[in-house]
């Protein structure tokens, strides 16, 4: 488990990040160039819209998508207005 820790400016070019447990983990501007975060908890990750060029699996899309939601502060509404 890596929780709440913070990555700025850093250069984790191909870092695996095996089965990891990212809570409240912050990425924020540096370089993630072939980073390999496929088997690891990206839900409640924080700057997802940084990790340019990193590697995830198909099955980690839907979490990549609810954390990038949550730092846009989107809000999902059900119904059309």
Known sequence: MLAEAEFSRSDLTEMVFD???LRQTEFGPGTYRDTDLRGSDLSTLRGAGNLKRAIISPF??????????????????????
């Open 19 to 21: 089965s990891c447990t």
């Open 60 to 81: 980690q899309e839907s979490e990549l998508a609810r954390a990038l939601i949550s730092d846009l502060d989107l809000t999902v509404a059900d119904d059309p207005q």
